[in-house]
C-alpha cells in the first residue's frame, strides 16, 4: 500500500510540476506494469478530483486555474527538500533533479569515535546524567568537565546540538533552565556513574522521574530592528528570509528563548577585519541592530 501511496504522489506532484503525466512515465520510475500505472492513476484522480483529471489518450493532467492540494504545495515541496526526500517523492525521476542537498564541508559530520555520539543519543532515550567535556567560544576557553542530563538532539541551521538541563552531583539536582551544547564543541562524553540509577530532584528540591522530562518547546515572540541602511525592498526580503510578523510598526520575531543569544550574536553584530578591510564592506552588515522581548503597544 505505501508503494501506491508513493506512486499516487508522484502523478500528484508531477502534474503540478510539469503539467501532465504519462503512463510510460510511472511505469519506467516504478518498474510496474501498464495495467497497474492505469490504476495509480486513475486513483490519484480520485483522490483529488479537484486538481486532477484523467485523459487516457493524454494521461493525467492538471485542471486549469486549480488550486494545488497540500500534497503539492509550496510548502511540501520545500519540506521534502529539506528533508533530502528522494526525487520520486518530488514527481521527478531520477534523472531531473534540480536540488543538491550534499551537506557542506563546514557542517559538523560526528567524531571518528562514534561511541561518543551514541552515549548522548541514549542518554536523551533513557534520560541518564552524562560527564561531557565541553568547550565554547569565548576568550581564552578551554574545555570544561559538567553534568548533564540531555533531553534531546536538534539540527538548527548547520548545527547539531544537545538539549539538556545542568546537574548539580553534589544536591543531585536538576536546574531549571535548559540549554543547548553545540554537538561538535563536546569532545568527550561519559555516563556519570555516580548518578546512575539514582533519583533525582527538580530545581525546587522535588524528587523528580526524570523519564518524563521533555524539551521546552515554547516559544516567544522578539522583536527585532532592521538594520537602518537596508531599503525597503531589502527590509521585505528579510522579513520573509527570517519568518517576520509585522505587528504595528514593529518586526516581530518568535523562537525558543534559548535561541535568541545565538541569533543576536550571528545577525545583530559584525566585526571588521584587523587591518580595518572587510571583504563584506558592501554589504548591509549585520541584518539586524537589535533583539529585544517584544512589548505589545
Partial sequence: ????????????????????????????????????????????????????????????????????????????????????????????TRYETVCAVNAPRFVYQGPEDRSMVMTLF???????????EY?????????????VLPLGLELLGHQWRVIAHDVDIRKKQIAAEQKFFVLARILNAQVNSALQGRKLKDHNGHRTDCRNLRIDRTERDYQVIPNRRLTPDQVEAVAREFALVRKGSSYVIRMPERNMVEFKRDHCTHSAAPDGS????????????????????
Fill in 135 to 147: 568547550v565554547g567560544l569565548r576568550i581564552g576557553e578551554t574545555r570544561k568537565t559538567r553534568t
Fill in 122 to 132: 541514549k542518554a536523551c532515550v533513557t534520560k541518564a546524567a552524562v560527564d561531557i
Fill in 278 to 297: 572587510h571583504e563584506l564592506k558592501d554589504f548591509v552588515l549585520p541584518v539586524f541592530e537589535g533583539i529585544f522581548p517584544y512589548a505589545p503597544q
Fill in 1 to 92: 500500500m505505501a508503494n501506491i501511496d508513493n506512486r499516487q504522489l508522484f502523478i500528484l506532484r508531477r502534474a503540478c510540476l510539469l503539467t501532465r503525466v504519462t503512463r510510460a512515465e510511472v511505469m519506467r520510475e516504478f518498474d510496474v506494469s501498464g495495467v497497474t500505472a492505469k490504476k495509480d492513476m486513475e486513483a490519484a484522480v480520485a483522490h483529488w478530483p479537484g486538481y486532477l483529471e484523467y485523459l487516457p489518450s493524454h494521461g493525467v493532467r492538471a485542471k486549469l486555474f486549480a488550486h494545488p492540494p497540500e500534497e503539492a504545495c509550496s510548502t511540501t515541496f520545500l519540506s521534502l527538500l529539506h528533508n533530502a526526500a528522494p526525487p520520486y517523492a518530488l514527481g521527478l
